[in-house]
């Protein structure tokens, strides 16, 4: 005989990537992921991932990415089950859940997975928990936009801007309890585009977390942090002014600030590939000729972003192609924030 329930509905949280403009970079406090530094990012669009969450009758958590499943009875301390675990004591719900997930764009390269996967994972849970889709009831059970985002915090450092679609600053605070997560303009303020240089979709042989301490260590760290705030004075002015150049400049600058101090801390880490390095090169070169309106950020990761117009984006990719046929590019631009939708109900569970 086969025992027939009702089915809990699913919920679908579909949450982008976004791409640090100035970067976060070491964690004053690692435990409350308090950052040493403000950073400000830009929101994709394409680059998402899509998580699916619905209340279980099995006596566990259960995660599934990609077609391999992974169950909170057999990994406990894995740092998904440790943040579904965060969410449920922080709305005071303790059913258990069963997730699927999948990423639109590789994964631990460089392209921020973990801040999509961390935004997606932390609407979908706490929309089947909380089971409404809608953001007004969230707010209403304790969870606004701010709430989440600082759930999502807990799990990755840059999850926390993706709950935010448009350009997002996250301020550090002078405690870890002040820092703020807040959209400074929205997507319809300028139309720009990240283009996706994938020079390497292997994973990345050291985590951000070993990065974020190693940095500390670099002599290159203190003068950086002094720095923070002209940059972030610099690259706001640029974005109100939609001025790509005075934007694109200090990027640059701050992408290769943010690798010296991964090669000068403590373990010396390098994520640049040799192709990394040759990219960058061709690409001043042809910038300076004239021929490329486009410039480079790198996260921790091999491969590169190139921030252009989305006018431009078509000629930038065709030029790039001509000259690398070999890698792959993954066209993206600014986007307007994750969404959350509740699946219509599907009958019964058998
Ligand atoms: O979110 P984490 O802890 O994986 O750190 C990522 C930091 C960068 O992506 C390199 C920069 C940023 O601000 O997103």
Redesign the pocket.
């Known amino acids: 005989m086969t025992t027939q329930q009702p089915s809990s509905a699913a919920f679908t949280a579909s949450a982008p990537s976004?791409?640090?403009f100035?970067?976060?970079?070491g964690?004053r406090d690692a435990e409350l992921?308090w950052p040493a530094n403000d950073?400000l990012?830009m929101t994709l669009s394409n680059c998402k991932t899509t998580t699916t969450a619905r209340k279980s009758p099995q006596g566990f958590d259960s995660f599934s990415f990609k077609n391999l499943t992974i169950t909170s009875d057999q990994h406990p301390d894995h740092k998904v089950f440790r943040h579904i675990s965060r969410i449920k004591s922080k709305l005071n719900r303790n059913d258990h859940l069963s997730i699927t997930s999948d990423n639109s764009f590789p994964s631990d390269c460089?392209i921020?997975s973990?801040?999509s996967g961390?935004c997606a994972l932390t609407l979908s849970c706490a929309a089947a928990l909380l089971d409404t889709d809608n953001w007004d009831d969230l707010a209403a059970y304790g969870s606004t936009r701010a709430q989440l985002s600082h759930m999502a915090r807990l799990g990755?450092?840059?999850?926390c801007?993706s709950i935010y679609g448009g350009y997002v600053k996250?301020a550090a605070g002078d405690s870890a309890s002040e820092q703020r997560v807040q959209q400074s303009w929205s997507h319809e303020h300028w139309a720009l585009a990240d283009i996706i240089v994938v020079l390497s979709s292997a994973p990345k042989a050291v985590?951000?977390?070993v990065?974020?301490q190693a940095a500390w260590a670099s002599p290159l760290f203190q003068p950086r942090l002094a720095g923070i705030p002209s940059r972030m004075q610099i690259i706001t002015n640029a974005i109100h002014n939609k001025d790509l150049e005075s934007l694109g400049r200090e990027i640059e600058n701050e992408a290769l600030e943010?690798h010296a101090i991964c090669m000068t801390g403590a373990p010396v880490i390098n994520y640049f590939s040799e192709k990394t390095s040759a990219f960058l090169s061709w690409l001043r070169a042809e910038r300076t000729c004239g021929r490329l309106p486009a410039w480079a950020t790198v996260?921790?990761g091999p491969n590169v972003h190139l921030i252009c117009r989305q006018l431009d984006a078509e000629d930038v990719i065709r030029f790039v192609k001509k000259n690398w046929p070999d890698v792959q590019l993954i066209k993206d631009q600014v986007g307007s924030g994750p969404t959350i939708t509740r699946a219509p109900r599907g009958g019964l569970d058998v």
């Open positions: 976004n791409i640090a100035v970067k976060y970079w964690k992921q950073s990012s460089g921020a973990s801040a961390f990755s450092g840059s999850a801007r996250w985590s951000s977390s990065a974020h943010m996260d921790a």
